[in-house]
């Protein structure tokens, strides 16, 4: 399940290696319905084929000679490809996938799903609009004779029979975004509006570059993949600002709690050295990551947010700690190396080079898994991983909640026995991991993580790995979590937030709008993944095409009592919409106009304002979408346009709470207009089309 680490797992936490193929072109056998499918093989590159097939709906088996019993193979998820492999996929309904099957040294398949062009709906057309007047019929949401004003452009006039006539602003792609003039300036706050701005704290903004090479971390020296970049907590707040302008209501922040210290190889072929920057690595839960920077530079960035009517959410994992590390096994004193190894390994072993024919996944050859002290790092009764006599987990795909992912060791949150700190917490210092009588792992963990929210006002979690955790943990979390934000509001009564709700938002993958019982353990709102795919390729062309989408999430909020989703056109666990797009600018402001006017929370990766463009990736293809901000950029003059047009929609979502909230209804066909009202608060938005000189 985890996007952003599909290939750092040789032996990275000492699964035993299986022995992989070696072939030339792929030597697999196909069968649906128990007839066989002559599979026909195109070269990608060297040592990656592909194939198309056009299925039944029925039983697709694939296996090698000598495969035994098959396990379940899920779509899109990369299958590691061993001599006796044999998997199963049950294909739905008829349909064409793609196989691609990589024969080198760490062989494995996909079968992706080829989603067929539906044919354009009639009606859903993008006109070009060529600087005319538009009018429209508003007379079911503003009364007649009321003042009306374009926040796009900021021209008022008034409602005359029931209609509305403006010319939307030149570059606007005819877009009229109408409010009453005399709309209240504070409206009550809902999350269903909400605008989240998330950000990888590490990749956006250098506030103390004192900081950039805590626990002897290094640049690499070449593309700086999965290196630290520098990014802080002090470079966010002095950026606070720049969200306020965006109008962005929320920050979430990758965890920026104590990650791994050193290094794994990346990627499929090790091909470049992948810390914890991204936070999902933990070493320890209760300590700040020093490259993340002070208890200070903390409690700055939370008063600061909150002064500007921004909350900050904490990225949480409870799956899952981070990989054993070189660094961290000397400086812990756990683990330990083969015999005789120790001779290839310099004074710092963080700092060991491969030989020029190997790759840096070659360092596991120094480990010894099997070392009796392994027991002095999680140990047994914590986690389930591959060495030593701990328990062996499952693959996640036979077993979601106790299986691993990308080979980390996956937290026992499900035994209800006591257990001890682990070992090197114990002597680790400095730590806050206190020893508790009576604890369950999952105890320590949502101690550890609610004190975040009981000492600093976090305002919320977005927790990663949702359906890999039994729903009763994520459920005691959030009482735990409420109970902390209690006590935080009743410590601090003059914050702007004391007394505010937290809120908690959860990582299914691939989950879509639909609502869903993780919300009855904990969950106000969950990631909507299908926006991305479904609505945001068509409605960044116009507006009319998002018109069934927007009408769906609409109604799936308003029949379902408390229901919330988060949707989003960029992520760092699938792509950017700027891959997708390229440099075609035109297509990222439509992108803003179909993720800021749609219902439910919508979610910002940081530079979709900028359209930032992916970076340096290696062999593993999730890592470019991560790349520094790009703010050099923004002084650019298309790149400056395209920010202020994300600007006025930010601001127009955020006075108007009926945008994420309110009761859609369509208006309008030529022009395409829409309204949303929520109690007193009223808004109709008005595409004419796409300006002529786009």
Same mark, same amino acid.
């Given at each position: 399940?985890?996007?952003?680490?599909?290939?750092?797992?040789?032996?990275?936490?000492?699964?035993?290696?299986?022995?992989?193929?070696?072939?030339?072109?792929?030597?697999?056998?196909?069968?649906?319905?128990?007839?066989?499918?002559?599979?026909?093989?195109?070269? /990608?590159?060297? =040592?990656?084929?592909s194939t198309e097939l056009t299925l039944p709906a029925g039983r697709l088996e694939l296996g090698t000679a000598g495969a035994a019993r098959s396990r379940p193979l899920a779509a899109y998820r990369k299958q590691a490809l061993e001599k006796d492999t044999a998997l199963r996929f049950d294909v739905p309904a008829p349909g064409r996938y793609r196989l691609i099957v990589d024969t080198g040294d760490d062989a494995s398949l996909r079968l992706l799903p080829i989603k067929e062009a539906e044919p354009a709906k009639p009606g859903i057309t993008c006109p070009v609009w060529r600087g005319e007047p538009v009018s429209v019929k508003v007379?079911?949401?503003?009364?007649?004779?009321?003042?009306?004003?374009?926040?796009?452009?900021?021209?008022?006039?008034?409602?005359?029979?029931?209609?509305?006539?403006?010319?939307?602003?030149?570059?606007?792609?005819?877009?009229?975004?109408?409010?009453?003039?005399?709309?209240?300036?504070?409206?009550?706050?809902?999350?269903?509006?909400?605008?989240?701005?998330?950000?990888?704290?590490?990749?956006?903004?250098?506030?103390?570059?004192?900081?950039?090479?805590? %626990?002897?971390?290094?640049?690499?020296?070449?593309?700086?993949?999965?290196?630290?970049?520098?990014?802080?907590?002090?470079?966010?707040?002095?950026?606070?600002?720049?969200?306020?302008?965006?109008?962005?209501?929320?920050?979430?922040?990758?965890?920026?709690? =104590?990650?791994? #210290?050193?290094?794994?190889?990346?990627?499929?072929?090790?091909?470049?050295?992948?810390?914890?920057?991204?936070?999902?690595?933990?070493?320890?839960?209760?300590?700040?990551?020093?490259?993340?920077?002070?208890?200070?530079?903390?409690?700055?960035?939370?008063?600061?947010? &909150?002064?500007?009517?921004?909350?900050?959410?904490?990225?949480?994992?409870?799956?899952?700690?981070?990989?054993?590390?070189?660094?961290?096994?000397?400086?812990?004193?756990?683990?330990?190396?083969?015999?005789?190894?120790?001779?290839?390994?310099?004074? +710092?072993?963080?700092?060991?080079?491969?030989?020029?024919?190997?790759?840096? &996944?070659?360092?596991?050859?120094?480990?010894?898994?099997?070392?009796?002290?392994?027991?002095?790092?999680?140990?047994?009764?914590?986690?389930?991983?591959?060495?030593?006599?701990?328990?062996?987990?499952?693959?996640?795909?036979?077993?979601?909640?106790?299986?691993?992912?990308?080979?980390?060791?996956?937290?026992?949150?499900?035994?209800?026995?006591?257990?001890?700190?682990?070992?090197?917490?114990? &002597?680790?210092?400095?730590?806050?991991?206190?020893?508790?009588?009576?604890?369950?792992?999952?105890? %320590?963990?949502?101690?550890?993580?609610?004190?975040?929210?009981?000492?600093?006002?976090?305002?919320?979690?977005?927790?990663?790995?949702? /359906?890999?955790?039994?729903?009763?943990?994520?459920?005691?979390?959030?009482?735990?979590?409420?109970?902390?934000?209690?006590?935080?509001?009743?410590?601090?009564?003059?914050?702007?937030?004391?007394?505010?709700?937290?809120?908690?938002?959860?990582?299914?993958?691939?989950?879509?709008?639909?609502?869903?019982?993780?919300?009855?353990?904990?969950?106000?709102?969950?990631?909507?993944?299908?926006?991305?795919?479904?609505?945001?390729?068509?409605?960044?062309?116009?507006?009319?095409?998002?018109?069934?989408?927007?009408?769906?999430?609409?109604?799936?909020?308003?029949? #379902?009592?408390? &229901?919330?989703?988060?949707?989003?056109?960029?992520?760092?666990?699938?792509?950017?919409?700027?891959?997708?797009?390229?440099?075609?600018?035109?297509?990222?402001?439509? /992108?803003?106009?179909?993720?800021?006017?749609?219902?439910?929370?919508?979610?910002?990766?940081?530079?979709?304002?900028?359209?930032?463009?992916?970076?340096?990736?290696?062999?593993?293809?999730?890592?470019?979408?991560?790349?520094?901000?790009?703010?050099?950029?923004?002084?650019?003059?298309?790149?400056?346009?395209?920010?202020?047009?994300?600007?006025?929609?930010?601001?127009?979502?955020?006075?108007?709470?009926?945008?994420?909230?309110?009761?859609?209804?369509?208006?309008?066909?030529?022009?395409?207009?829409?309204?949303?009202?929520?109690?007193?608060?009223?808004?109709?938005?008005? +595409?004419?089309?796409?300006?002529?000189?786009?």
């Amino acid at each position: 399940m985890h996007r952003r680490t599909p290939a750092c797992h040789l032996l990275a936490f000492a699964f035993a290696l299986p022995t992989q193929l070696a072939l030339a072109e792929p030597s697999i056998t196909a069968r649906i319905a128990d007839q066989p499918i002559d599979l026909r093989w195109h070269e /990608m590159q060297p =040592e990656r084929y592909s194939t198309e097939l056009t299925l039944p709906a029925g039983r697709l088996e694939l296996g090698t000679a000598g495969a035994a019993r098959s396990r379940p193979l899920a779509a899109y998820r990369k299958q590691a490809l061993e001599k006796d492999t044999a998997l199963r996929f049950d294909v739905p309904a008829p349909g064409r996938y793609r196989l691609i099957v990589d024969t080198g040294d760490d062989a494995s398949l996909r079968l992706l799903p080829i989603k067929e062009a539906e044919p354009a709906k009639p009606g859903i057309t993008c006109p070009v609009w060529r600087g005319e007047p538009v009018s429209v019929k508003v007379d079911d949401v503003f009364a007649e004779g009321e003042r009306v004003r374009d926040a796009y452009s900021g021209q008022t006039t008034r409602v005359h029979d029931g209609r509305v006539t403006l010319t939307p602003a030149a570059g606007s792609d005819g877009l009229l975004l109408l409010e009453a003039v005399d709309t209240p300036a504070d409206m009550p706050y809902d999350w269903r509006n909400a605008t989240v701005y998330f950000v990888i704290t590490d990749r956006f903004a250098n506030g103390d570059p004192s900081n950039d090479r805590s %626990y002897g971390r290094q640049p690499d020296g070449e593309q700086e993949i999965g290196t630290f970049h520098g990014g802080d907590l002090k470079g966010l707040t002095g950026k606070l600002d720049y969200l306020a302008e965006l109008g962005v209501s929320a920050v979430w922040i990758t965890a920026p709690y =104590e990650q791994i #210290h050193g290094w794994v190889g990346g990627g499929d072929k090790g091909d470049f050295r992948h810390y914890g920057y991204h936070g999902y690595y933990a070493l320890d839960y209760t300590e700040l990551d020093a490259n993340m920077g002070s208890e200070a530079d903390l409690r700055e960035l939370m008063a600061e947010a &909150h002064a500007r009517g921004i909350r900050v959410l904490f990225d949480v994992v409870m799956n899952h700690p981070g990989y054993s590390t070189l660094a961290d096994m000397q400086t812990f004193g756990f683990g330990g190396l083969r015999e005789g190894m120790a001779q290839y390994l310099p004074a +710092q072993w963080t700092a060991w080079q491969p030989e020029p024919h190997e790759n840096l &996944h070659a360092y596991h050859n120094l480990v010894d898994y099997q070392h009796p002290d392994w027991v002095k790092w999680w140990g047994k009764d914590w986690v389930r991983a591959g060495l030593g006599d701990y328990d062996q987990p499952p693959s996640a795909l036979v077993d979601p909640v106790k299986g691993s992912l990308s080979f980390l060791p996956d937290f026992k949150t499900e035994r209800d026995e006591p257990v001890g700190l682990p070992v090197f917490l114990q &002597h680790k210092q400095p730590t806050g991991a206190v020893a508790r009588e009576g604890y369950r792992v999952r105890d %320590y963990l949502i101690e550890w993580l609610t004190d975040w929210v009981r000492e600093y006002g976090v305002d919320g979690f977005r927790a990663d790995t949702v /359906m890999h955790v039994e729903p009763t943990a994520w459920g005691e979390l959030r009482k735990a979590a409420d109970r902390a934000r209690a006590e935080w509001s009743a410590a601090h009564p003059d914050d702007r937030f004391a007394g505010s709700p937290f809120w908690m938002v959860g990582e299914v993958f691939g989950h879509g709008p639909e609502p869903s019982n993780y919300q009855n353990n904990g969950f106000d709102a969950l990631i909507n993944f299908a926006f991305q795919t479904d609505a945001a390729p068509g409605a960044s062309e116009c507006l009319a095409k998002a018109e069934p989408t927007y009408a769906n999430y609409a109604r799936l909020l308003a029949v #379902h009592s408390g &229901h919330n989703f988060m949707s989003y056109a960029s992520s760092h666990d699938t792509a950017l919409f700027s891959q997708q797009t390229g440099k075609d600018l035109a297509l990222q402001r439509g /992108m803003a106009n179909a993720l800021l006017l749609a219902p439910g929370a919508a979610q910002i990766f940081y530079g979709d304002e900028s359209a930032r463009l992916f970076g340096p990736t290696g062999s593993d293809p999730f890592q470019g979408t991560r790349s520094d901000m790009n703010w050099a950029q923004q002084a650019q003059p298309d790149t400056a346009a395209l920010l202020d047009h994300w600007r006025t929609l930010g601001q127009f979502r955020a006075r108007h709470p009926a945008i994420g909230a309110g009761r859609h209804t369509k208006l309008s066909t030529q022009p395409y207009a829409f309204s949303r009202v929520l109690g007193d608060d009223r808004v109709v938005v008005v +595409q004419a089309g796409a300006s002529v000189n786009r």
